[in-house]
């Protein structure tokens, strides 16, 4: 991976700041005008990482990065669509928009060829998201419980927990640490992607959590913070579980349910936890407020597929209804 040049040193005037180097040295520059000027080093790494695909295609089309024009975006983008998925194509996407806006504003180019081009999600209905019942939750669950090892059972049981009941993601399950937790106020820092925030957990989830501490080996410290959830792998034994192993953790016990299929996945259980949690309290605020979403579009599809599925509106309309309210007859 390229590392970045000491930036108290990196000098920005015109004459050393040419094309060709803001394409060998973009990752010294686009911090700044990621996340406000923040990112993290998952984000960075992201962008690095969909930026040298776009580059390397124009490598294998003979073509300067900065001379690419909107026809050749359109045409890497269409390939692009075809191989991968929808958040991939759209991650791709601003990625690729961002390098081409910092260098509009160095002055390398006079527009961005990606301004007019959008990754346009694929239509799908919102029935097509899946969610486990209360009862499949509870089945993936009694799974875990049957592990004899507790750091393992109340490890699994606790990211369990956290996903389906308090609607955390994968990233912020991972970085979670002890740091996070306080004990007092039952309260949880989370680190969300954009999604920071404080969650206020039910007691079963601080008390299974609890559990898992009091069971946990001794954490290899990640820099100054104690991660919370460790993996037990030879490879990084006790070190901060990744999201690939909470993700083949989830998908183990979902395999041993029978509930592992194609589009199935740990971040189901988030799903679950909106589905579920407005099908008990019927109100979108705290559904909104308890998975941190910033737009109500996102949260009120919960309710949109609850309704239809427990509704049935045209019910209404069945002949055979003998007790259904009939129209007046139609005025001769």
Same mark, same amino acid.
Request: charged content about 30%; aromatic content about 10%.
């Given at each position: 991976?390229h590392?970045?040049?000491n930036?108290a040193?990196?000098?920005? %005037?015109?004459?050393?700041?040419?094309?060709?180097?803001?394409i060998?040295?973009?990752?010294?520059? $686009?911090?700044?005008?990621?996340?406000? #000027?923040?990112?993290?080093?998952?984000?960075?790494?992201?962008?690095?990482?969909?930026?040298r695909?776009?580059?390397?295609?124009?490598?294998?089309? @003979?073509?300067?990065? +900065?001379?690419?024009?909107?026809?050749?975006?359109?045409i890497?983008m269409? %390939?692009?669509?075809?191989a991968h998925?929808?958040?991939?194509?759209a991650?791709?996407?601003?990625a690729?928009?961002?390098?081409?806006?910092?260098?509009?504003?160095?002055?390398?180019?006079?527009?961005?060829?990606?301004?007019?081009?959008?990754?346009?999600?694929?239509?799908?209905?919102?029935?097509?998201?899946?969610?486990?019942?209360?009862?499949?939750?509870?089945?993936?669950?009694?799974?875990?419980?049957s592990?004899?090892?507790?750091?393992?059972?109340?490890?699994n049981?606790?990211?369990?927990?956290?996903?389906?009941?308090? #609607?955390?993601?994968?990233?912020?399950i991972?970085r979670m640490?002890?740091?996070?937790?306080?004990?007092?106020?039952?309260?949880?820092?989370?680190? #969300?992607? @954009?999604?920071? #925030?404080?969650?206020?957990?039910?007691k079963?989830?601080?008390?299974?959590?609890?559990?898992? $501490?009091?069971?946990?080996?001794?954490p290899v410290k990640?820099?100054?913070?104690?991660?919370?959830f460790?993996?037990?792998?030879?490879?990084?034994?006790?070190?901060?579980?990744s999201?690939?192993?909470? !993700?083949?953790?989830?998908?183990?016990?979902?395999?041993?349910? @029978?509930?592992?299929?194609?589009?199935?996945?740990?971040?189901?259980f988030?799903h679950?936890? @909106?589905?579920n949690?407005?099908a008990?309290?019927?109100? +979108?605020r705290?559904?909104?407020?308890? +998975?941190?979403q910033?737009?109500?579009?996102?949260?009120? !599809?919960?309710?949109?597929?609850?309704?239809?599925?427990?509704?049935?509106?045209?019910?209404?309309? %069945?002949?055979?209804?003998?007790?259904?309210?009939q129209p007046?007859?139609?005025?001769?």
């Open positions: 991976m590392q970045p040049m930036r040193s990196m000098r920005l %005037d015109a004459e050393s700041v040419t094309p060709d180097y803001y060998e040295h973009y990752m010294d520059f $686009l911090p700044r005008y990621i996340s406000h #000027g923040r990112p993290t080093a998952d984000t960075l790494t992201t962008y690095q990482k969909r930026i695909s776009f580059l390397q295609w124009c490598e294998g089309q @003979g073509i300067h990065p +900065l001379a690419v024009q909107d026809y050749q975006m359109r890497f269409e %390939d692009f669509i075809l998925k929808d958040s991939t194509v991650l791709t996407l601003i690729i928009r961002t390098f081409f806006m910092v260098a509009l504003r160095l002055g390398f180019i006079r527009e961005n060829p990606c301004a007019h081009i959008h990754a346009g999600a694929a239509f799908r209905l919102d029935e097509d998201f899946k969610y486990f019942t209360l009862d499949q939750v509870g089945e993936v669950l009694h799974y875990f419980e592990e004899k090892d507790d750091f393992v059972k109340y490890r049981m606790s990211m369990l927990y956290l996903m389906s009941v308090e #609607g955390l993601r994968n990233v912020e991972e640490n002890d740091e996070d937790i306080h004990w007092e106020t039952e309260t949880i820092y989370i680190r #969300g992607k @954009g999604h920071a #925030g404080v969650i206020y957990p039910s079963s989830t601080m008390k299974t959590l609890k559990k898992y $501490l009091e069971a946990r080996p001794k990640d820099g100054a913070l104690t991660p919370t460790l993996s037990d792998s030879h490879r990084r034994m006790h070190q901060r579980l999201r690939d192993g909470i !993700r083949k953790i989830m998908d183990k016990g979902l395999r041993a349910c @029978g509930y592992k299929q194609k589009g199935i996945s740990c971040h189901v988030r679950s936890c @909106g589905t949690l407005y008990a309290t019927k109100d +979108l705290i559904v909104q407020e308890t +998975l941190r910033r737009d109500p579009k996102t949260t009120a !599809r919960y309710a949109h597929v609850h309704q239809r599925m427990t509704k049935r509106y045209t019910s209404a309309l %069945d002949p055979e209804n003998q007790n259904a309210d007046d007859e139609p005025t001769k």
